[in-house]
């Protein structure tokens, strides 16, 4: 094929683009041919940024300049080429005329940023004057391009990472907020810094005091919130496939989750272990010597017996070490409700790799490094994780579905009403 390169060609004058700010966000990974979804060698239609097949295949870029007039220049999805199909002559079969110009430059550094992670192309002066939006209209890409995603189930190796802040609708403290666990210890036991009585120093100094504190959360008493279900959704459609909680309160198996799913990062309040060899508890019976305020101890080592929770200065499971590796090879990362202050746990996002989706929902920004400039798609929803959980299963058109399998069963406004 002869192939002529322009600089000059006078249609890209005239021709009416897709607004930029907006390409740069669409689902490209799910485009398709709008008339026959083939997936194989697409061209986006410059104008409208939909996607057709090309002469190879079904030829049906050139059926859509047929229906729209204006609708003249496309960028090829497989090598980044630019075509006019008004500067075509001989047919459409024989000679294109490939265009090479500031503003179709654009177009390809976008496409090719998305496909490559880099600029295809050095930026000239005029392709680099960066075209700016606000964050709320970005967001706003942001968001709805990931709803895309998730609705047309384009992400098959999720994993979440979750806190505290699932569970504080159900009526459990988290520890940092204004009404968190550690201002009430603060309080009763008049020290300064609460994550002591959460220590192994600590509580082989002291055992009673974490058991008291045990016993006050009576964890036992509570149930799953909508964000808990919500992960059970998202696990059922195969979506999510592991799930690393910080959480002791067991809350993601009350709601049905596969315990094979759970990776419980900090341990669980029901079952218990000796402090030093580690021997296993039964749990009604660590549950009784909790309730009655009195301390276990090992019938092997003589040291007290703790819930199986994991206490600063002890290390983390050899599962949560082994199944961390996996998070590199995830195409979507949600992290809903930590802080995300408690090492290692705090370290897991860093895993997801560049061209994974991040996800952050939390009531308050969170995170110590910065998703923007690590990740490429990198969205933080800010407000109540069972809000935005239930906004995004209506916007993906679940909400009918995810209402009837647990909403009506379940009376999600048992904290609300006692609080
Ligand atoms: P954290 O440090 O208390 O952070 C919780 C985060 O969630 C904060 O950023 C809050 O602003 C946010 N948050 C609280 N409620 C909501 C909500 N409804 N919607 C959205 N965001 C919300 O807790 P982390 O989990 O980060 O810290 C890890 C500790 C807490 C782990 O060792 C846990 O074992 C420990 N913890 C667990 C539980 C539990 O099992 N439910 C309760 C309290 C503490």
Redesign the pocket.
């Known amino acids: 094929m002869l192939v002529t390169t322009k600089n000059d060609c006078p249609h890209v004058k005239t021709t009416q683009f897709f607004p930029i700010e907006e390409f740069i966000y669409l689902p490209f990974q799910s485009f398709k041919c709008e008339f026959c979804n083939e997936k194989r060698e697409l061209w986006i239609c410059l104008t409208c940024a939909k996607s057709f097949c090309g002469r190879y295949i079904n030829k049906h870029f050139f059926e859509h300049i047929k229906q729209n007039n204006n609708h003249i220049l496309c960028l090829s999805m497989l090598d980044l080429s630019v075509w006019c199909y008004k500067c075509i002559t001989n047919g459409f079969l024989d000679v294109g005329s490939y265009i090479n110009s500031p503003i179709t430059s654009k177009y390809v550094n976008a496409y090719s940023d998305f496909k490559f992670g880099y600029n295809f192309m050095p930026p000239t002066n005029q392709i680099s004057k960066l075209i700016k939006m606000n964050s709320q209209q970005c967001h706003n890409f942001k968001y709805y391009n990931f709803i895309e995603l998730l609705k047309n189930r384009q992400f098959r190796n999720g994993v979440l990472m979750v806190?505290?802040?699932i569970?504080?609708?159900a009526g459990?403290?988290?520890?940092?907020?204004e009404k968190?666990?550690f201002k009430e210890i603060k309080e009763k036991y008049k020290v300064k810094h609460p994550e002591e009585f959460f220590s192994k120093k600590k509580f082989i100094e002291k055992p009673k005091i974490l058991y008291d504190i045990i016993k006050q959360l009576n964890l036992k008493k509570y149930n799953p919130t909508i964000t808990h279900y919500f992960m059970k959704y998202l696990v059922d459609k195969g979506i999510i496939k592991i799930i690393f909680t910080?959480?002791?309160?067991g809350l993601e198996l009350k709601a049905g989750i596969n315990n094979a799913k759970v990776i419980f990062a900090?341990g669980i309040f029901n079952e218990g272990q000796c402090i030093n060899c580690g021997k296993k508890i039964d749990c009604n019976d660590m549950d009784d010597y909790i309730n009655k305020g009195e301390i276990k101890i090992c019938n092997e080592c003589n040291n007290p017996c703790k819930p199986s929770?994991v206490l600063y200065g002890e290390d983390l499971s050899d599962d949560f070490y082994e199944t961390m590796d996996k998070i590199q090879d995830c195409d979507l990362g949600i992290i809903i409700?930590?802080?995300?202050?408690?090492e290692p746990f705090s370290s897991l996002p860093e895993k997801l790799n560049k061209n994974a989706w991040s996800v952050v929902?939390?009531?308050?920004q969170?995170g110590e490094f910065d998703y923007d400039d690590l990740m490429k798609y990198h969205l933080f929803i800010e407000g109540?994780?069972?809000e935005i959980c239930k906004k995004i299963l209506v916007d993906c058109n679940w909400w009918d579905d995810f209402y009837n399998r647990f909403y009506k069963i379940n009376n999600f406004n048992y904290y609300n009403e006692n609080n």
């Open positions: 806190g505290a802040g569970s504080t609708s459990i403290p988290d520890f940092r907020s968190g666990i910080q959480n002791i309160d900090h929770i409700g930590t802080s995300l202050s408690v929902i939390n009531n308050e969170i109540s994780c069972d």
